[in-house]
């Protein structure tokens, strides 16, 4: 893959990643398509990474489904599909690996529920980023946590990169593509909608003038609960590029939100402009 990808640069052509676990939707197609658009040769990884499950969590579960992943990505401009094997990305060792910490920005939200998670997406992401050395990679918004932490660990080790963020893909009812909405049963996909609807509803509020952060954080909770979702991990109104308390002075704010609904593990947010 390197020896390919360096091939290419040589060339003087420039080249894009795409890193994804597989079982391809909607929403990563638009990470491809989006990035196709600025590269001249563009990857796609796809690689279900042990390292960011925690125990219990859904890694051998997790739907692995290259042949259908391979026939989604063709005419899309791909290039080259790197889809290795847990051996090969981790050869000859046990864990524990080198880890990578970024602990102003994983140790709250989705960070506190998953211990770890993190750690484990930024050894991947650097190691592909080794590995492909691109020029560019694409990163989807639906994971906000996740896009921070990657900008930051890019910015913090200098890595020569280009992160090009991708709005949320959703379907009809606001409901965020996820690999793990496969999960949902009936009933469960008609209440799924309803994480975003309440982000919407705390952005809202913000957007008026409000700034009773804790409140508003509370009541959204509850509409969630109301609704019939298992668990509520958090709802909560950050700095955009900090993931910080607000201080009620930022021009922009992003309403994040966690839920489990069954076996799924829904997570979705809100970039809020205020009028400052």
């Given at each position: 893959m390197r020896e390919l990808s360096r091939a290419w640069r040589g060339r003087g052509e420039r080249v894009g990643l795409v890193p994804t676990m597989g079982n391809l939707h909607r929403g990563h197609l638009e990470l491809v398509d989006r990035?196709?658009?600025?590269?001249?040769?563009?990857?796609?990884?796809?690689?279900?990474?042990?390292?960011?499950?925690?125990?219990?969590?859904?890694?051998?579960?997790?739907?692995?489904?290259?042949?259908?992943?391979?026939?989604?990505?063709?005419?899309?401009?791909?290039?080259?599909?790197?889809?290795?094997?847990?051996?090969?990305?981790?050869p000859g060792v046990e864990p524990p690996w080198t880890g990578v910490d970024v602990p102003a920005l994983t140790q709250t939200l989705c960070g506190a529920a998953r211990p770890g998670h993190f750690a484990g997406v930024a050894v991947v992401v650097i190691k592909l980023l080794n590995i492909v050395e691109p020029d560019a990679a694409a990163f989807g918004r639906k994971d906000y946590q996740q896009l921070q932490v990657v900008r930051r660990v890019v910015s913090d080790l200098d890595l020569p990169v280009e992160i090009v963020e991708v709005p949320i893909v959703r379907e009809?009812?606001?409901?965020?593509?996820?690999?793990?909405?496969?999960?949902?049963?009936?009933?469960?996909?008609?209440?799924?909608?309803?994480?975003?609807?309440?982000?919407?509803?705390?952005g809202s509020a913000l957007e008026s003038g409000r700034q009773d952060w804790a409140h508003l954080e509370a009541q959204a909770a509850r509409r969630l609960e109301a609704a019939g979702f298992d668990e509520v991990e958090y709802v909560a109104v950050r700095r955009c590029e900090d993931l910080a308390e607000p201080r009620g002075d930022e021009p922009r704010l992003v309403c994040l939100g966690a839920a489990r609904l069954g076996a799924a593990r829904l997570i979705d947010n809100v970039e809020v402009r205020l009028n400052r």
């Amino acid at each position: 893959m390197r020896e390919l990808s360096r091939a290419w640069r040589g060339r003087g052509e420039r080249v894009g990643l795409v890193p994804t676990m597989g079982n391809l939707h909607r929403g990563h197609l638009e990470l491809v398509d989006r990035l196709a658009e600025r590269v001249d040769r563009l990857v796609v990884s796809i690689f279900v990474n042990p390292l960011q499950f925690g125990p219990g969590e859904d890694y051998d579960a997790y739907p692995r489904t290259l042949e259908a992943d391979l026939a989604a990505l063709q005419g899309r401009g791909v290039d080259a599909v790197f889809a290795p094997t847990a051996r090969e990305m981790y050869p000859g060792v046990e864990p524990p690996w080198t880890g990578v910490d970024v602990p102003a920005l994983t140790q709250t939200l989705c960070g506190a529920a998953r211990p770890g998670h993190f750690a484990g997406v930024a050894v991947v992401v650097i190691k592909l980023l080794n590995i492909v050395e691109p020029d560019a990679a694409a990163f989807g918004r639906k994971d906000y946590q996740q896009l921070q932490v990657v900008r930051r660990v890019v910015s913090d080790l200098d890595l020569p990169v280009e992160i090009v963020e991708v709005p949320i893909v959703r379907e009809d009812d606001g409901l965020a593509l996820s690999s793990r909405n496969g999960y949902l049963d009936d009933g469960q996909r008609r209440r799924a909608p309803a994480l975003y609807a309440t982000l919407c509803e705390v952005g809202s509020a913000l957007e008026s003038g409000r700034q009773d952060w804790a409140h508003l954080e509370a009541q959204a909770a509850r509409r969630l609960e109301a609704a019939g979702f298992d668990e509520v991990e958090y709802v909560a109104v950050r700095r955009c590029e900090d993931l910080a308390e607000p201080r009620g002075d930022e021009p922009r704010l992003v309403c994040l939100g966690a839920a489990r609904l069954g076996a799924a593990r829904l997570i979705d947010n809100v970039e809020v402009r205020l009028n400052r």
